[in-house]
């Protein structure tokens, strides 16, 4: 019945949790965006080019040059700077569609002027024209930018020559109703033009770029792209298209972009550190290497422009920019299709029907080591995919819908573990005592008398003088039954994390084994282990102790390999999990002889043959009870 319950319940999740994925819900889309952008702030993209140096106008810069918007001579000494320093190409990230405010036609306009002056003035050249003239000098690459608009578009466009092969890429496109142009003077001096746009995810944060758009005025590169084009010397653009969407874009015949079906690139982002910064007044000021740069132009003044979240944080728009054409420079940028939805469907519910078969039937440790271990192989490898070959493999959902369904599993197995316990429990809580009643609680296969023989490594511990301290509290045998609590715990508590079973307690003195009722291969070690670090503890108690002026407490520990026959002692009515045998009286010996032998621990040969790690020191040999021959102790130091 268990079985094909979970059955029902996995294909439910299955079925719902494909079917949330399958529609991208925004919940899901989010986390897996941010799961991403968790990707790049531990491994930003490596900056290999540095061929971008950004140029930003500054609020210092506007209380020296004056308010914005400048006067286009102040962007032709900008741009005259720039070029005799042979850059390769300037982007602009401003836009130049209205004429300068102090042309000599808009001063006459807005001031009451004589006659005779305005004639004179109107003679002066224009501003707009006077810059025009700069972008057209030899050497000069200007890109200049096209902002979005919600109605048609007034005035012309620059339109890019470009070539298609294959179906028809507009249906692929994010389309606009317009954009807003640039004066045409600009548009003619212009090496290029493209649309300056960055379209937020769902959650406001820019990660991708759109290569191309269609307006009113038909397609129209990106200004990134087109920048990009105009660097590279590219007179064209070869669009290649198949059935499902844009597949490449060509700049030159050897420069080729591989956007996604919506001539989209997801960015790879860089440091943004690493993008060389500099304000107009250090460009004018000052002089520094911009040989075959492309710099970028723009606003970051307050007012004038707004920060952009980023998987690395807010950026302005050059750096945007700047991340998007290196990004493409390089090749680089992140990889996610739709084949990847698909892989990650069908991988997922393979994962899926195999937890169906294979948690059932294990115990909780080991689902929940099968878990951990599928959770770090779909970790692991959607690290390796994005950190070796960009590639975007989501680790949120697969994660998400497994863990679910490994909870709904384990805690139906736990719910019929849970009765089956209960059932022992009301069958055997007046017959046997608690603490086996509980052994049989965790493991049913224990209801049998008898045992087994094995290979098993025994620990006596017991504390030296008690009764000297017992008389100290002849008045006060709470406070004696207080502190061997205290010290029993302190001890127990090393052996346990040490993989030890607690025998019992007789008195002051500690009963152990290693090896049952779990396997342990490296038992003689982890006995060993124990001593020292109970001889630790002991140090740090009787600190303890002398500050609240208690008694110290020493002890004495024996340690012995050998075989036992252990398992469930007693009889039909009451029993006991121990273990009996020669080895492990020759251990409870050893601890009796630490005080003669002025050791705290005393090891026996056998143990000492079966560790490794540990330095040992004889102790001779001595004679014990029950033994004709004298054996070999030692101990660790």
């Known amino acids: 019945m268990k079985f094909f319950t979970s059955i029902w319940i996995v294909l439910i999740t299955i079925t719902v949790g494909v079917g949330l994925r399958v529609f991208d819900v925004d919940p899901l889309k989010i986390l897996r965006l941010k799961t991403f952008d968790y990707y790049q702030k531990i491994q930003p993209r490596d900056v290999t080019s540095n061929h971008f140096i950004i140029v930003e106008v500054t609020e210092q810069d506007l209380k020296r040059f004056g308010q914005w918007p400048w006067s286009r001579s102040l962007i032709a000494e900008i741009h005259s700077k720039l070029v005799v320093q042979n850059v390769n190409t300037i982007q602009y990230n401003i836009l130049f569609s209205e004429p300068d405010r102090l042309n000599p036609k808009s001063f006459t306009d807005n001031y009451k ?3 005779e002056l305005k004639n004179e003035l109107m003679k002066l050249p224009s501003n707009d024209q006077y810059l025009s003239q700069f972008f057209s000098v030899e050497g000069s690459k200007a890109v200049l930018m096209y902002s979005i608009k919600y109605s048609a578009t007034d005035g012309r466009v620059k339109k890019p020559n470009m070539m298609f092969k294959g179906s028809d890429p507009t249906p692929w496109l994010y389309n606009f109703l317009g954009v807003v142009t640039n004066l045409p003077q600009f548009l003619d001096s212009a090496k290029g033009v493209g649309v300056n746009i960055m379209i937020p995810s769902i959650d406001g944060t820019v990660r ?4 191309l758009i269609n307006t009113d005025k038909g397609i129209i590169p990106a200004q990134v792209l087109e920048t990009l084009r105009v660097a590279m010397n590219g007179r064209a653009y070869k669009i290649i298209t198949g059935q ?21 690139i997801n960015i790879n ?6 993008i060389k910064t500099i304000s107009v007044s250090e460009l004018l000021d000052g002089t520094m290497d911009f040989t075959n740069k492309i710099v970028i132009v723009g ?3 307050a007012g004038l422009s707004t920060l952009k979240d980023t998987p690395l944080g807010l950026m302005t728009d050059m750096q945007i920019s700047a991340q998007a054409m290196d990004t493409m420079a390089t090749h680089s940028s992140l990889y996610r299709d739709s084949n990847t939805n698909l892989l990650e469907i069908i991988a997922t519910t393979i994962l899926l029907i195999a937890f169906l078969i294979l948690v059932p039937r294990l115990n909780v440790l080991w689902t929940a080591g099968l878990l951990f271990s599928v959770l770090g192989g779909i970790a692991y490898g959607s690290w390796y995919m994005y950190s070796t070959r960009y590639w975007l493999v989501d680790v949120s959902w697969p994660i998400l819908i497994l863990v679910l369904t490994w909870t709904h599993l384990t805690f139906n197995n736990f719910a019929i573990q849970s009765r089956l316990r209960q059932q022992i429990k009301k069958q055997f809580e007046h017959y046997l005592a608690p603490d086996m009643v509980a052994k049989l609680q965790k493991d049913p296969s224990l209801l049998r008398l008898g045992g087994e023989k094995r290979t098993m490594t025994f620990m006596f511990s017991d504390i030296r003088g008690f009764t000297p301290i017992s008389e100290k509290y002849k008045g006060n045998p709470q406070g004696l039954t207080k502190l061997i609590n205290r010290f ?5 508590d090393v052996i346990i994390a040490n993989g030890g079973t607690i025998d019992k307690f007789m008195g002051d003195c500690i009963m152990a084994f290693w090896n049952a009722p779990l396997d342990i291969k490296d038992h003689a070690n982890r006995a060993v282990k124990s001593a020292i670090e109970m001889q630790k503890e002991l140090k740090r108690l009787n600190k303890e102790l002398k500050k609240e002026k208690l008694p110290e407490i020493k002890i004495g520990i024996g340690i012995n390999t050998g075989e036992a026959l252990v398992g469930n002692m007693g009889s039909e009515q009451r029993f006991d999990y121990s273990v009996i045998g020669d080895d492990v009286n020759l251990a409870s010996r050893l601890e009796s002889s630490s005080k003669e032998l002025g050791s705290t621990l005393v090891v026996g ?5 079966q560790t490794d790690g540990f330095k ?3 102790l001779g040999t001595i004679k014990v009870k029950g033994k004709t021959e004298k054996i070999k102790v030692f101990t660790v130091k």
């Open 113 to 115: 002027i004589n006659e």
């Open 208 to 211: 991708s770029q759109p290569l």
């Open 244 to 264: 499902d969407g844009i597949k490449e874009i060509y700049l030159t015949r050897e420069i080729v972009i591989r956007p996604d079906a919506n001539a989209m």
């Open 269 to 274: 982002y860089a440091d943004p550190s690493m």
């Open 299 to 301: 606003l970051n003044a």
């Open 488 to 492: 029993l715990t302190r001890m127990t």
């Open 605 to 609: 040969e056998k143990t000492k043959v």
């Open 616 to 618: 040992f020191h004889s």
